[in-house]
């Protein structure tokens, strides 16, 4: 009859389950029957939904949205080059691997957390109770080294003199773009301070510069050199450039110019910000930008630098080590990390175990990487693990420099311990290029050559008006840190009391947003605007994302885009870091 087959029917499906539960629970391997359609499930929701964003309605929507703004070509090229890349990155994070072992219907790979609060825990409890003050020299002292450093070049090689800088597209000033007789729009001779990238002959006149007149000990060149151009990028024009600005470099007069440590910027990955961690699809960027830097590596440096895109060496004739940092690993737009952000390549334990050997040796630490830990674009909990190494090698590192936000600025990092002690800072170094109304700046560090404490800094900048008028460049001295903010040093100490009196010292807050801008014409716009002025304080006063909200507090200024991106990546998609048992670590943690 029809209800004993329903009944038999119903046994047969409540058998089936049972066996689905108990292999679950105990079976749970590879070839199980729960495991097996778990991943067919989601292996077919993955084909699903990459066959939903990748179709012709898609397509079409999303290229109607770009060209209400832009011409139709730039968005065709966005969905080819940038668009496809990043859906397809989007998608393998529904990873039925991973997922189906996370859900406990396979036993393969086992993933077990790493929290933050454990590792806190462990790194923080080796701190040294009596942590040294950080003592500078005076300045004018016969032993000082000469650091120069330099940010976001974003050098444009179809720049070209005479064309509008008020294109259609996203980035002009182009000899794609029409020529133009209006005065205020056309690119001049050394830049325009617009959505224009910065001219090769700027770019020469600057290293001339370095090279005869600044002559520094060391170089400390911060990343992002391709132009803003990205939905047209290849790796044949992103690595030109790069060795364009080496080659620059090396053959200067050897006596002129001292080391040279660069560093990847998010700029550097292709399209702008990915790196594939797991494969070998972005190993070329490595192997290009190695090749044109290795006659400043050492052996190991430089073999270490194709592995992981960081480097760890002694400067010369010194107890001062620089590590520059594959800023990549941590860059929340780098759609590669969403399916697993948990420390790629292990680059915390090789920071950390570099840290430790450089304790031991009674070395001092210079950290160089592009992006920033402000909370904008860093991911928060690898921004949070690197505070606490700060935390705990305090003793040690002297200096943090990093570039990406296109801003003369600093960053205050606390102690997880005391949370109203500073622990350090780190200073953004103004761009060289001019994307969005910038003049071209570069910065000299002054660094007691016994302590290896910096005790003062200078910007020097390129006025494009004027440069354009004349015809001629000339980099002009913008202001020395110590005696702009009336401070003796440069020091931890001066940092942390400038953060306190932004925003309250009116007079301090206009020098500040004055040097912010780049000294542009519309920077007294920045300083009249309240909510603005507080939101550019509370990056400057913040390790990481979590600080940040903290202390915008409800300031709609920018806030809320940080707040949707920190909810989306650090609370739904990535919500804690975890390691697969079996994971091959490149680097073990040294004890």
């Known amino acids: 009859t029809q209800s004993t087959w329903g009944y038999r029917y119903c046994m047969k499906a409540l058998i089936v389950l049972c066996i689905l539960l108990i292999e679950v629970w105990v079976v749970k391997n590879e070839t199980s029957l729960a495991c097996l359609a778990c991943r067919r499930v989601v292996n077919s929701t993955q084909h699903a939904i990459k066959s939903i964003l990748t179709s012709k309605v898609v397509e079409y929507t999303l290229k109607s949205v770009c060209k209400q703004s832009y011409p139709e070509e730039m968005c065709n090229l966005v969905w080819k080059n940038n668009a496809l890349v990043e859906i397809n990155n989007v998608v393998t994070m529904i990873d039925p691997t991973i997922l189906c072992s996370n859900v406990k219907m396979c036993s393969t790979p086992e993933i077990i957390p790493d929290r933050r609060g454990d590792y806190l825990k462990r790194v923080l409890k080796r701190t040294p109770p009596n942590v040294k003050k950080h003592q500078s020299n005076k300045i004018g002292s016969i032993s000082t080294l000469k650091i120069l450093a330099f940010a976001d070049p974003h050098v444009e090689y179809d720049y070209e003199e005479g064309r509008t800088a008020k294109c259609a597209e996203a980035s002009c000033c182009r000899k794609q773009n029409p020529k133009t007789d209006k005065k205020e729009d056309r690119a001049g001779p050394f830049g325009y301070t617009g959505k224009c990238d ?13 090279i005869n007149d600044i002559q520094p000990d060391m170089v400390l060149w911060l990343g ?22 080496s080659q620059l470099f090396q053959h200067s007069p050897y006596n002129k110019i001292g080391s040279v440590y660069p560093v990847l910027g998010n700029h550097e990955g292709l399209p702008c910000d990915i790196f594939d961690f797991e494969g070998k699809t972005h190993q070329w960027v490595l192997d290009g930008t190695g090749k044109a830097w290795k006659p400043w590596f050492t052996k190991e440096s430089y073999e270490e630098y194709l592995r992981i895109g960081s480097y760890s060496q002694l400067h010369p004739d010194s107890k001062l080590r620089i590590i520059g940092l594959n800023d990549l690993v941590y860059d929340s737009a780098n759609t590669h990390l969403w399916k697993n952000a948990t420390d790629p390549w292990g680059l915390l334990v090789w920071l950390e175990n570099k840290l430790s050997e450089s304790e031991k040796a009674e070395e001092s630490v210079l950290i160089l990487t592009h992006m920033p830990m402000d909370g904008r674009m860093s991911m928060t909990e690898w921004a949070v693990r ?206």
């Not at 910065?198 to 370095?210: D, K, M, N, S």
Request: net charge neutral; glycine share 4%; hydrophobic share 30%.
């Open 386 to 591: 690197y505070n606490a190494l700060l935390e705990r090698y305090q003793n040690i590192i002297k200096g943090q420099f990093f570039g990406h936000n296109h801003e003369d600025s600093f960053e205050l990092f606390h102690s997880f311990i005391n949370k109203t002690k500073t622990i350090g800072y780190g200073t953004l170094v103004p761009p060289l290029g001019t994307f969005t109304n910038h003049n071209p700046a570069f910065r000299v560090y002054y660094m007691d050559k016994e302590t290896y404490e910096i005790f003062d800094h200078e910007t020097y900048r390129l006025y494009l008006k004027e440069a354009n008028l004349k015809n001629k460049a000339e980099w002009k001295l913008a202001y020395r840190f110590s005696s702009h903010y009336n401070y003796t040093v440069a020091s931890l100490e001066a940092y942390t009391d400038l953060g306190e009196k932004l925003w309250k010292d009116k007079e301090k807050t206009r020098r500040f947003i004055q040097m912010f801008e780049s000294e542009h014409e519309g920077w007294i716009n920045t300083a009249n605007n309240e909510a603005k002025v507080k939101y550019i304080r509370c990056r400057a006063v913040a390790g990481h994302y979590e600080e940040l909200d903290q202390c915008v507090n409800g300031t709609n200024y920018s806030s809320t885009f940080d707040r949707l991106r920190y909810q989306l990546l650090g609370e739904y998609l990535i919500p804690d870091w975890s390691i697969q048992k079996q994971q091959y670590h490149i680097y073990p943690l040294q004890k």
């Open 224 to 245: 992002d050199n391709p132009s803003h151009v990205v939905w047209n990028q290849t790796s044949s024009n992103h690595l030109h450039g790069i060795e364009h600005i």
């Open 198 to 210: 910065l001219p090769p002959r700027t770019l020469e006149h600057f290293i001339q510069t370095v």
